[in-house]
């Protein structure tokens, strides 16, 4: 099932807009938290099965939170050469050149990126793991997701409808028995720094060592700070009632006792992330010779990475799927570093900014935008 649907607005302009059924899955969401979060709220006392009501309520509205930040609006305009993805914030609204793209990709990846080769057997066995992407390809060989589908039939179809109007190339990745060369070949277009940095609140100005750059916040978004603090205290809670259970005749002590280090264990994992959350920053600076990125944890970096400009082959975004992307600095060796990351949809980071600030490096840096 695709995520989007494909809207002839005239005849030199085609949207992709979210799908009613994706739409009606964040209204059932984010009612099923309403409803459970009312439950919890009615029961008395600090009680475990309180604890699980709400937290499947703010499970059920992250998700449909989630859902609802990845809905936008795509817009492929051909008197104006563009494609204009329309996100829901601001800093989230950006546009890629037609000289920017080289083709349309359909391919099959799983949730962290890894490419699925179909061979035999192993093709049935994987449509959930490995679902279909239908990928932008850009010049400077990264790409942006836009749709993806356990059908890839769905895919081929909206490829098709671009392809057509655009006269892009289709490359069939996934094996889905479609493809096509391009019909109009596009100049290249070094794309245009269309905000300045005060539109792209999330990214701050940040020097280290006389180099200057951008820092952001490493938080995931509001959403999962609760849920993470939330979970923690429920396990520390979780493993005490054990213990207390145990110590007074009402349980085996022993049960109580692996109920207590398994509640600390996954405590610990959880909260070490809400610290980085809370705590941590992202930077990325750079000079005329060299560029620098890492993390800092309240302020002291714990992890940076050191490159030398002469050594850099090109700067790339990768979108894997809506909401969710990185900056990539390749070497001439073809070694791959990641930088900025949007590690979720609500983050405070947009893939929006991952497009003005790999414009941006790539403009104060002086790296080729294309291979």
Known sequence: ????????????????????????AVGALVGCAICLGFIGVLMDGITLVRFAVLYLCFIFLTVGMILRRQQRIVEISMEDGCIYFLGRRKSDVYSIPFGMITALRLTRRSAQGELFVP?????????????????????????????????????????????????????????????????????????????????????????????????????????????MFFATFGLVYGGYYGVVKGILGDGNVWAGAV?????????????????????????????????????????KEYSSVLLELRDVKIIRIAVPRVG?????????????????????????????????????MRQQTSVTAFL
Request: proline share 5%.
């Open 259 to 299: 109920v207590l280090v398994s509640c600390v264990f996954f405590a610990s994992v959880i909260f070490r992330r809400l610290v980085r959350a809370l705590g941590g920053k992202g930077f990325v600076v750079w000079d005329d010779e060299s560029v620098r990125f890492g993390a800092l944890l309240f302020g």
């Open 119 to 227: 061979d035999g057997a192993a093709r049935e066995k994987s449509y959930s793991r490995y679902p279909f992407h239908l990928d932008v390809m850009l010049r400077d060989s990264g790409y942006e997701t836009l749709d993806r589908s356990v059908l890839g039939p769905d895919l081929a179809a909206i490829a098709l409808e671009i392809a057509e109007m655009t006269g892009f190339a289709i490359e069939d990745q996934a094996e889905v028995g479609f493809s096509r060369s391009a019909r109009i070949a596009y100049p290249p277009v070094i794309p245009d720094l269309e905000r300045d940095a005060s539109e792209h609140p999330a990214l701050h100005s940040f020097s280290l060592d006389g180099k200057k750059g951008f820092a952001w916040s490493l938080s995931p978004g509001g959403l999962y700070v609760l849920l």
């Open 324 to 360: 969710e992307g990185y900056i990539e600095v390749v070497q001439k060796s073809g070694t791959v570093f990641k930088t900025l990351d949007v590690v979720s949809p609500l983050a405070p980071l947009t893939t929006g900014d991952l497009h003005w600030l790999s414009r941006y």
């Open 1 to 24: 099932m695709s995520l989007i649907t494909v809207e002839k607005k005239s005849s030199s302009t085609l949207r992709l807009v979210p799908s009613a059924e994706q739409q009606t």
